[in-house]
């Protein structure tokens, strides 16, 4: 088979199920994808060199900017915004061969867990249509799911890319802080954002890691570490080892599998963790006290920084401009229509958290517990490999069931936001399936690495799966 020929099949299913998915915000032009599939086709035939992500299929959320189609965060604020540029991690992928299919729906600049947030449309759960696929990259997570593309990319600023590869049974990769450039990357809070990964398996996850990693002069927060070859490890593996993880220690933490996690959630991360013992990991429970204040930590910090970095909409520099007599009502208008009202609450609360006389009470304090958090995190991952938890605390639930009361969708984010916190890398795979839909919904399970690790996810991510 030619590229030309799967990215047919491809376009062809996106088609078929786009009008019941709603995964995508923008699909490239057939002609434009086909184009750069046959150049592709000739280019092997004539024996010229590839890239290594040669005809693959890419969606590409759309908070990551892309030269040549909107980008639009989900906000009606840059509803006709093109940028200019690529994103660097969108330009490497471009260079690996990879293919841009279109941008997916996400919650209005990163803000929510089930996509509903978006100014534009929700998506449904391509396991059950009247559930939520997660959020906020719930379009990359359902594509990547229904097969309308072979991989995509998130971002994950406390669990975005996670929770939705949870919701729709697909692999999520959450990397390092720092590990990719974030370098036109919507900020929604930027000492937590990092963009993120969707596969079906857990090496595919790897090869895109592998393409948009590393250095870019254009974030000063991206790392100089060199970026190890995640694929040679796959071929390393000795796949006729009975006992391939032998000597791995596994550490269950404790918080994560008490009250308020659905049983049916607990049972499958349970028998996760028996699959990893038979593999050879020595398995040992772990206690993370401060694990439940990450959730009022993050959500502080999250809205704290990104009231702050949504003061660039002014109405001037981008997107929408409601014209008006002076200046002032001109921002204030043009700011006024453009936001969702979950994106104007958590303007104001964020506001709130940083003002005098608040900001030691709330922002300072919250900074100190990510402190806590982060010491936490590293001695526990001192004494173990890697750290287990679900991914979220239920399946995917209904579309409308949490809409209207946002303390419970920022209750789900628990299992995801501490890892933001501390700056880690995490993988999530999925781990089984409770009844519901029409053959069932899957459950996830998460893997949390030291920093810089995820070569090491990645080896026992595969082996488990
Ligand atoms: N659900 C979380 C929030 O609303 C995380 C979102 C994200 O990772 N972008 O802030």
Request: glycine share 10%.
């Amino acid at each position: 088979t030619s590229a030309v020929d799967i990215a047919k099949s491809f376009l062809d299913r996106l088609r078929r199920t786009e009008p019941h998915l709603n995964s995508f915000l923008h699909v490239s032009p057939d002609e434009a994808i086909l184009k750069q599939a046959e150049e592709l086709d000739n280019k092997i035939k004539n024996n010229d060199a590839v890239g290594p992500l040669a005809g693959v299929l890419v969606g590409v959320k759309d908070n990551i900017c892309t030269y040549d189609m909107p980008s639009t965060a989900g906000s009606r604020l840059l509803e006709n915004y093109w940028p200019p540029f690529d994103a660097t991690a969108v330009r490497k992928l471009r260079e690996s061969g990879a293919i841009v299919v279109g941008k997916t729906n996400l919650d209005e600049f990163g803000m929510g867990s089930t996509t509903e947030g978006s100014g534009y449309q929700v998506t449904a759960n391509p396991w059950d249509l009247s559930r939520v696929p997660g959020g906020s990259s719930g379009g990359s997570a359902a594509a990547v799911s229904a097969r309308q593309c072979m991989v995509a990319l998130g971002s994950d600023t406390g669990g975005s890319v996670r929770q939705p590869a949870s919701f729709c049974g697909v692999v999520g990769l959450k990397p390092t802080y720092g590990r990719v450039s974030r370098y036109g990357l919507v900020a929604y809070a930027s000492s937590l954002d990092v963009i993120g990964c969707f596969g079906s398996s857990v090496a595919d996850a790897g090869i895109l890691l592998n393409s948009i990693s590393g250095h870019d002069k254009f974030d000063a927060t991206s790392s100089k570490r060199e970026v190890p070859d995640y694929q040679s490890q796959f071929v390393a593996i000795d796949y006729l080892e009975s006992k391939p993880l032998k000597g791995l220690r596994v550490g269950v933490i404790r918080e994560t599998l008490e009250n308020g996690v659905d049983s049916e959630v607990i049972s499958s991360v349970r028998s996760a963790v028996s699959h990893l013992e038979e593999l050879g990991c020595s398995v040992m429970e772990v206690s993370l006290p401060s694990f439940s204040l990450g959730l009022p930590a993050y959500y502080i910090l999250a809205l704290s920084e990104s009231s702050s970095n949504l003061s660039r909409y002014d109405g001037v520099r981008y997107g929408k401009q409601v014209p008006g007599d002076e200046l002032n009502s001109l921002y204030g208008d043009s700011r006024a229509q453009g936001f969702g009202s979950e994106v104007k609450m958590r303007i104001l609360m964020g506001t709130y958290a940083l003002s005098a006389g608040y900001y030691d009470a709330y922002y300072k304090r919250a900074q100190q517990v990510r402190t806590i958090i982060r010491n936490s995190f590293k001695e526990a991952l001192d004494k173990n490999d890697i750290l287990i938890s679900p991914a979220a605390p239920s399946v995917a639930y209904k579309i409308g069931e949490k809409k209207n009361d946002p303390l419970a969708m920022y209750a789900g984010d628990i299992m995801t936001v501490n890892v933001n916190l501390a700056g880690l890398p995490a993988l999530v795979l999925p781990c089984g399936f409770v009844e519901g839909g029409a053959g069932g919904l899957p459950v996830g399970f998460q893997m949390i690495g030291a920093a810089f690790d995820e070569e090491k996810l990645l080896k026992i991510g595969h082996i488990f799966e």
